[in-house]
C-alpha cells in the first residue's frame, strides 16, 4: 500500500464536540500533500509526528477560512522555526495571492507577508481543470456547489484514487463523480438542510456502490448523535485518524 491517509481536522467551522477544521494529509512513497488547511492545522500535524517540512503540495477546496485560514500560520512557523530549502507548492483557486498577502500583513507584520514566496509557490487555479503534480499525482477538479470558489476533486495516485468534496451541497451527477478507491464527503448535518452543504440523508439516496469506502467530515452534532444510523460503505472520521489503501 503506496498511500497513507491522516485525518488532521474533521470538524465543521464551528469545531462541534472539539474537532479540527478541515485538513487532511496524504503521503503517497515519499510525497505529502496537505489537502485544505484550516486553523488548527499546525497543532495536528505535531500531533501526528509531522511537521511542514513533511509537506511538498498543499490543494485548498475553496476560500473560506475554516478550510484554508492556517497558511498564515505556516508562513509564521517557516519564518522562526521550519525554514525550509523549497517552498511548497500551493494549488488554490484564484483570490488566494491576495488574500494570504492581505491577511499575513494584518495580522502579522508586512515582513512575515514579505517571507510567504519563500514558503509558497502559489498556483491559482479556476474552479475547472486538471493539475499534475509529478509523473504519478495528478488532480482533476470541478466547481462545487458551494461559495469561496469552490471546487472537488479527485487525486490520481498510481493506480489508486482519492476524491474529496469539500463543501458542496449534494447532487447526484456530482456524487457519481466523487467515486474513488476512497471518497472523503463532508456531511454538514444528519437531516437539517443548511444552504450549499450536504446533509446525511442526502447522501443515502446517491446508491453509493457496496465496495465503496466514504468518509464522512466536516460534521456536526447531529451526525455524532446519530451515528448508529451511519453504516457502510459510510463511515464517521475521526480527528487523528490514520489509513492506508
Known amino acids: 500500500m503506496e498511500n497513507e ?41 505535531h500531533d501526528n509526528g509531522l511537521s511542514p517540512l513533511d509537506i511538498d503540495f498543499i490543494w485548498i477546496s475553496h476560500l473560506h477560512p475554516d478550510h484554508w485560514l492556517g497558511l498564515p500560520l505556516l508562513v509564521l512557523d517557516d519564518k522562526w522555526i521550519s525554514k525550509r530549502k523549497n517552498p511548497i507548492r500551493l494549488i488554490a483557486p484564484n483570490g488566494i495571492s491576495e488574500m494570504l498577502d492581505r491577511v499575513c500583513s494584518q495580522i502579522y507584520s508586512q515582513e512575515e507577508a514579505e517571507h510567504i514566496p519563500s514558503v509558497f509557490e502559489v498556483i491559482e487555479t479556476p474552479q475547472e481543470g486538471e493539475i499534475s503534480l509529478t509523473d504519478e499525482i495528478s488532480i482533476e477538479f470541478w466547481p462545487a456547489i458551494h461559495g469561496g470558489n469552490g471546487r472537488c476533486c479527485k487525486f490520481y495516485l498510481g493506480d489508486k484514487t482519492l476524491s474529496y468534496s469539500g463543501d458542496t451541497a449534494y447532487s447526484p451527477s456530482l456524487f457519481k463523480h466523487l467515486i474513488a478507491d476512497i471518497l472523503i464527503h463532508e456531511a454538514s448535518s444528519y437531516d437539517f438542510q443548511i444552504p450549499n452543504h450536504t446533509m446525511f440523508l442526502d447522501l443515502l439516496k446517491s446508491k453509493a456502490p457496496s465496495d465503496s469506502t466514504i468518509f464522512l467530515t466536516h460534521i456536526d452534532e447531529s451526525i455524532i448523535k446519530n451515528r448508529e444510523q451511519i453504516h457502510p460503505p459510510f463511515f464517521i472520521a475521526e480527528d487523528n485518524l490514520k489509513i492506508f489503501f
Do not use: E, Q, V
Not at 5 to 20: P, V
Open 5 to 45: 491517509l491522516i485525518f488532521l481536522g474533521t470538524g465543521n467551522a464551528f469545531g462541534h464536540t472539539g474537532r479540527r477544521h478541515s485538513s487532511y494529509f496524504l503521503k503517497h512513497k515519499t510525497i505529502g500533500l496537505l489537502i485544505d488547511c484550516g486553523p488548527s492545522t499546525l497543532p495536528a500535524l
